[in-house]
């Protein structure tokens, strides 16, 4: 209902803007373009900085197209439209090797901007040294005259395309996408979302469209020139723009060049008042541009647009009462229902034995939540698998792996294997190498020797995304939300790895967040979780991806004894669904409960393998790791270990 | 132009001299970027601000020189106020943030002074003195420039490697937690490391205002220029970056004598473009494993 009132305030907009050629005078028409034309330029800008990337030589394509545009008309006669296309199929070639060869190797941060910024500059230069292309003098649109309005009407179109452009593919598989990059890029890649070409889509599909704007600019102008076409100018207003508008919003961009675009009116008027000329009414102008980028860095990183809507919910709460409605990071708002923290469970700590599978009993319906069973999540992996199948050929193999950072030695020949449907721990004391076997076997390290097997395929040397989609799911120790997003969204990017549409995706993300009672709390922003809640959040974003492996790294540190026990329910519920599990973990209770068999590694070597009661009596274990805890341990192993 | 021995000794000789300058821009650059973890490209703010106080200063009869011993210490108290004050909270921001944030200050610094002064291009008077030996002439100010900044590269190296302080900046440049967990203030030594960027920042402006043109959007080449010999010479390797503004000095000198100035420039973009995708970690610095 509120898209469809968005869409009728754009289409009102929209209509407004068309009419201004009937009424406008020459100035104001002239005006509008090149807000209309900038307001464009930065929405553009903005597809690449959806992905969090921050581009300083966007002018670089600007140039591109500007200079592609007027080239081919002067030399072939080439139909403007035609040198349009041209300089965007240029621009997103010259993206494309710049980008592609930049994220692979890698860039970010100064690097990267860094890089872009010499990219324009470098061709400024060329287009300095170039006789063809008019040196510094640049090259003239002689004897072409396009109507005022039709340039109008072109940008006004452009722009709103591009917005509408941006809001539906923010609702996109790409969308969630580059969200998710933007948000956090490793726990992207590791859920499956193919990062590079993420990134190198969105800055195509930016560079060409910059390009575009580039050609029409020159058009209006009717010239280019190295300094306007391939400057930094150019660069930093569209940037400052989008920053003021808002980053990573569908209205910011163009918000934020009229708003820009309205202080310079405002500083060329008061320059005229006070009769200054015009290189110190541009000093004016610049001077306010550069305390702007400052100040929004310091006082507004968000932008305009998602401070307004703070502002707007503010008041409609003050309005309301009661506050009943979450805020979330693109700057859309999401009815949450019952956003009130969810009442404190029951411990179910006093019987552990013989629980597992059986859900805790909540009060307040929170059981009433749980309605997704199972069954829904992979119907073809749901034949039990009783222990008993353990003894089949190995689900994922482990052979010699090993790995060093640097001279120390964090994996030496680790070899173990894993079975269907087993739950396998993987304990050591601190810097025994677990997470690093975690990151080899997902792919975010590779082995420098050795190999990982997953159903008899070589699994090392896929990228972390690849392995995902192979069915092999993981968790991060230190908990990675996709903090401006929905907890829904969160499990639907998990999901978009196996479902192309986003409706499926939807329904098996919340499927997953059943299974770990996160359900009653899709809507709610995930900054806004307890620390319980996130880790589950990242469970359940593993099990949206459809995994028949779960590796979970140390989901229960931090947890208290009745969080642990539900979690390890959680685990005991959806193993017996087919899924495998490989656990990290140093709460000792929960692993010698959970595991089929343990695994244990002390400074990178295995030094034991067997079942949780082997392991615990194991001498050499006990002398590197359960040392104190001897009696205590082997006392869980009678009591507390479940029978299934 | 024909090529002889003294038209390559009288280049290579002019490359270095400017590539150190150049280098003294991108000292400070680099010393801030690698103490205080801050990307501060209104660096060439300052430069090109103190170009136009000694501007100022000679056009009322005082010696640059003279300026320039006025103008460090000036610079190094400003310095420290402006990292408490502009500066406080940008170490803390994300790269991308800090970057659009002193660009807004380049911005502000650029356009004040071409508010104040005027877009026209500017230059000293130089002494018309010159040296000459071998076949090679060299214009006074060249040479009292380029030792002058070879002697601050020499003296801040000597600075960052021998004393208390130059290697406790060092140490909360490489740890900033360890540094903090052996008892050295770190917010302090950002502010002398912001201080004495400042006044490096004072003497490439001394140095170059006797040796080169100037206008108010030279900042931008310069931080430009700075970010380049930066990068080439490893981010945060305060000498590195001098021997880098030497070959970049080097490299300017050759290709002007070869082909024209502006063809130089290009020939530096494509130098640190390629080097940026390729060696990121920069030119002169060993490959560090992640």
């Known amino acids: 209902m509120r898209n469809a009132h968005c869409l009728a305030a754009l289409v009102v907009v929209a209509l407004g803007m068309a009419s201004v050629p009937f009424w406008g005078s020459g100035y104001s028409i002239n005006l509008l373009t090149q807000v209309f034309l900038f307001g464009f330029l930065a929405a553009a800008w903005n597809f690449m900085a959806l992905t969090g990337l921050v581009s300083l030589g966007h002018a670089a394509f600007f140039g591109v197209g500007g200079y592609a545009t007027v080239w081919l ?12 296309a041209t300089g965007a199929v240029l621009a997103m070639f010259l993206a494309f090797v710049v980008f592609w060869t930049a994220f692979r190797t890698g860039l970010r941060g100064i690097y990267f901007s860094g890089m872009t910024l010499v990219l324009a500059e470098a061709l400024r230069f060329a287009a300095i040294n170039t006789p063809a292309l008019g040196r510094s003098q640049g090259l003239e649109l002689v004897s072409l005259h396009l109507p005022d309005f039709l340039l109008y009407g072109i940008s006004v179109t452009l722009l709103v395309l591009t917005v509408g452009g941006t809001w539906w593919l923010l609702r996109s598989p790409l969308g969630y996408g580059l969200q998710a990059v933007r948000e956090n890029e490793g726990a992207a890649e590791a859920l499956g979302v193919n990062t590079f070409r993420v990134k190198l889509a969105a800055t195509l599909l930016s560079a060409g469209l910059v390009a575009i704007g580039g050609a029409l600019y020159a058009a209006h102008l009717r010239f280019v020139e190295p300094e306007s076409d391939f400057g930094l100018q ?4 569209l940037l400052l723009g989008t920053f003021l508008g808002g980053t990573g919003t569908v209205l910011g961009p163009p918000i934020g060049i009229i708003v820009l675009f309205a202080l310079r009116e405002g500083i060329a008027r008061l320059g005229e008042f006070l009769a200054l000329g015009s290189s110190e009414i541009y000093a004016m102008q610049q001077v306010l541009y550069g305390a702007l980028l400052m100040l929004v860095v310091v006082a507004m990183p968000d932008g305009l647009v998602r401070r307004m809507h703070c502002w707007w919910i503010a008041s409609r709460r003050a309005a309301t009462g009661a506050g009943s409605a979450g805020l979330r990071a693109g700057g859309r708002v999401v009815s949450t229902g019952g956003s ?9 700590l006093a019987a552990p034995k013989g629980s597992a599978g059986a859900l805790p009993t909540t009060p307040l319906g929170l059981r009433a939540v749980n309605p997704a069973p199972l069954a829904s999540l992979e119907p073809a992996a749901r034949s039990r698998l009783g222990r008993a199948s353990a003894a089949s050929s190995p689900y994922l193999q482990v052979i010699d792996v090993s790995r060093s950072f640097r001279g120390i030695t964090a994996l030496a020949d680790v070899s173990f294997d894993l079975q269907q449907g087993e739950i396998l721990g993987l304990i050591g004391p601190n810097g025994a190498g677990k997470t690093t076997m975690f990151n080899v076997i997902s792919g975010i390290v590779p082995a420098q020797s050795g190999e990982v097997r997953h159903k008899g395929e070589q699994l090392s040397g896929l990228a972390a995304h690849q392995v995902c989609r192979r069915g092999v799911a993981r968790t991060f120790q230190i908990v990675q939300p996709f903090s401006g997003l929905t907890v829904l969204e969160n499990a639907l990017i998990g999901a978009l790895s196996r479902h192309t549409w986003i409706a499926d995706a939807r329904e098996a993300a919340l499927a997953a967040l059943a299974q770990v009672d996160l359900h ?8 806004s979780l307890t620390l319980q809640d996130r880790k589950m959040l990242e469970f359940a974003r593993a099990l949206a991806t459809g995994p028949e492996l779960i590796l979970l790294d140390e989901v229960m540190a ?6 642990q026990a539900r979690v390890a329910d959680k685990i005991l519920e959806i193993r017996d669904t087919g899924v495998s599990f490989l656990l990290v973990e140093h709460a000792m209770r929960a692993v010698m409960r959970l595991s089929d068999r343990i695994v244990v590694l002390d400074h990178g070597k295995v030094i034991a393998t067997g079942l949780p009661s082997q392991i615990a009596c194991d001498p050499g274990v006990i002398s590197v790791y359960l040392g104190r805890s001897q009696v205590h341990a082997s006392d869980q192993r009678e009591t507390v270990r479940p029978s299934s | 132009m024909e090529i002889s021995a003294s038209v390559i000794g009288q280049m290579l000789l002019t490359g270095v001299l400017m590539g150190s300058i150049y ?7 680099s010393l801030i970027f690698g103490v205080a973890k801050i990307v501060n490209f209104a660096h060439a703010g300052v430069v090109v601000w103190v170009m136009y106080g000694e501007l100022v200063a000679v056009r009322s009869g005082v010696n640059p020189y003279v300026a320039g011993v006025v103008a460090i210490p000036l610079c190094y108290v400003i310095g420290l106020g402006v990292q408490r004050t502009l500066m406080a909270r940008v170490s803390a921001m994300s790269d991308d943030m800090q970057i659009i944030y002193t660009f807004g200050l380049l911005l502000v610094l650029m356009y004040m002074a071409q508010f104040f002064f005027g877009p026209d291009v500017h230059n000293l008077p130089g002494s018309g003195r010159s040296i000459e030996f071998g076949g090679v002439v060299l214009q006074v100010e060249t040479i009292v420039a380029g030792v002058l900044a070879t002697g601050s590269a020499i003296a801040l190296h000597a600075f960052l490697s021998r004393t208390w302080l130059g290697k406790a900046i060092r140490a909360s440049a490489d740890n900033r937690r360890g540094a903090t967990l052996i008892g050295l203030d770190v917010v302090r030594l950002a502010r002398v490391a912001m201080a004495l960027s400042f006044a490096l920042a004072a003497l490439a402006g001394t140095i170059l205002i006797t040796v080169t043109t100037f206008y108010p959007l030279r900042a931008f080449d310069l931080a430009v220029l700075a ?9 945060d390797n305060v000498f590195g970056s001098f021997v880098a503004g030497v070959l970049i000095g080097m490299l300017e000198a050759v290709v002007t004598l070869i082909f024209s100035p502006s063809i130089a420039q290009l020939a530096i973009y494509a130098l640190i473009f390629a080097v940026l995708l390729v060696r990121p970690q920069g030119l002169l610095r060993r490959r560090v494993m992640k």
């Open chain 1, 73 to 84: 008309y002067l030399n072939y006669g080439a139909n403007l439209a035609f040198g349009a």
């Open chain 2, 227 to 235: 970010f380049v010999i930066v990068v080439l010479g490893g981010l």
């Open chain 2, 23 to 29: 280098g003294a821009v991108a000292m400070g650059f």
């Open chain 1, 340 to 348: 009130e923290p969810a009442p404190a469970r029951p411990s179910i």
């Open chain 1, 520 to 527: 009653p709390k899709r809507d709610l922003p995930a900054t």
């Open chain 1, 558 to 563: 931090g947890l208290n004894q009745s969080e």
């Open chain 1, 234 to 237: 150019l660069s930093l207003e």
